[in-house]
């Protein structure tokens, strides 16, 4: 299944305040939306540089993957999200090419778009997002 495009690249922040700050004075960028999503335990703001988004991702729990990213890596990149026409066909791919996966279904991920994510083993180490491209 072909990626359509690079629909983000995310961040871990410890505080998005202040990383929000930063990127508006440095860069002259400022979100285009923000919102908490609850089920991922995380804070989000979207950055649109060009039709790619920078993620921002700040822990809302201390138990979600952020945090946890947080604790033994500290800020910093995170993942890269991919957009694809459909995450199911796209993981029923990566099953049949053996490819390690965290989420073996499509799911619910920040502003409404169809979300799963393939294992950074599976990878060469990169923690990949897939989108759902909207039609």
């Known amino acids: 299944m072909p990626v359509t495009r ?60 952020i945090a946890r990213y947080l604790a033994k890596n500290g800020p910093g990149l995170h993942h890269l999200g991919f957009g694809v026409d459909s995450v199911s066909e796209t993981l029923e791919h990566l099953r049949d090419e053996g490819v390690r996966l965290i989420d073996e279904e499509p799911r619910p991920g920040g502003g409404g778009h169809t979300v799963a994510f393939v294992h950074p083993k599976g990878t060469n180490g990169v923690l990949v997002e897939l989108v759902e491209d909207d039609h």
């Open 6 to 65: 690079i629909d983000q690249i995310a961040i871990a922040v410890e505080d998005l305040d202040a990383a929000l700050e930063l990127y508006e004075r440095a860069f002259g960028l400022t979100p285009e939306y923000r919102e908490v999503v609850e089920s991922d335990g995380v804070e989000e703001a979207m950055l649109n540089v060009g039709g790619v988004y920078i993620q921002l991702l700040q822990a809302t729990r201390d138990d979600s993957p």
